[in-house]
């Protein structure tokens, strides 16, 4: 069982849809957790960064952290085309940047 | 510009040749990641630096791996007798402190 568990989908919604993307995880030490999207053919680009449980929004994205059950999710509000892209979540034990373990990536295809 | 850059974008290299990647994190990022990317897969750590030291190379895959940044900004990782099992993207991660910004990869195909 891999560390960081994500559908890799693909998840297809129409333009205007709420779209919710989760990650599960098995190690109880992860306390910072990270969004990031990533274009075809480009790298990386942090969304989110949240600290332990609890709701972090920013526009339309609402980053949601459940430690107790050890899933995050990341939603996406009156979605766009334009957010077409993988989703990749990522976390780690501490908060200086390092040692992060990312999920495989969800990729999300939104219609117009 | 302010971001991370990195080249080539692409590489294609005969199994058996050593190829070097570059990365140019962004100004005064004092930490340095390196990642390979298998398609349809998340980025997988190989190495850190903070500065020029090496703090972490658990993830290198084998010894043809060899990273460094002798002056504490640019960093090269080489890969030295490729094989196809190589063939992937390999992101750079520039961090100040907290979380890592991305460059936009190389992607390396060994025939």
């Known amino acids: 069982q891999k560390e960081v568990e994500q559908d890799p989908g693909p998840l297809s919604v129409p333009e205007g849809a709420i779209v919710s993307l989760n990650c599960t995880y098995s190690n109880s030490a992860f306390q910072y957790f990270m969004w990031y999207r990533q274009y075809s053919r480009k790298g990386p680009e942090l969304l989110m960064y949240t600290y332990s449980s609890g709701n972090k929004e920013d526009g339309r994205f609402t980053a949601q952290v459940d430690k107790s059950s050890k899933y995050i999710s990341l939603f996406i509000r009156d979605s766009q085309p334009s957010d077409s892209a993988t989703y990749l979540c990522?976390?780690?034990?501490?908060?200086?940047?390092?040692?992060?373990?990312f999920g495989p990536g969800t990729r999300l295809s939104v219609l117009p | 510009g302010a971001g991370v850059s990195q080249s080539p974008r692409y590489k294609v290299a005969k199994r058996g040749q050593d190829v070097a990647l570059r990365c140019d994190p962004i100004s005064g990022h004092v930490s340095l990641f390196w990642y390979q990317q298998a398609l349809g897969q998340g980025p997988e750590f190989l190495t850190y630096f903070q500065n020029e030291a090496q703090l972490d190379k658990s993830g290198l895959p084998s010894d043809r791996f060899f990273a460094e940044r002798p002056e504490g900004s640019v960093s090269t990782l080489k890969i030295q007798r490729t094989q196809q099992e190589d063939s992937a993207v390999y992101l750079c991660?520039?961090?100040?402190?907290?979380?890592?910004?991305f460059g936009p990869g190389t992607r390396l195909t060994v025939l």
């Open positions: 991660a520039s961090s100040p402190g907290d979380t890592q910004y």
């Open positions: 990522a976390m780690s034990t501490n908060n200086y940047g390092q040692n992060f373990v």
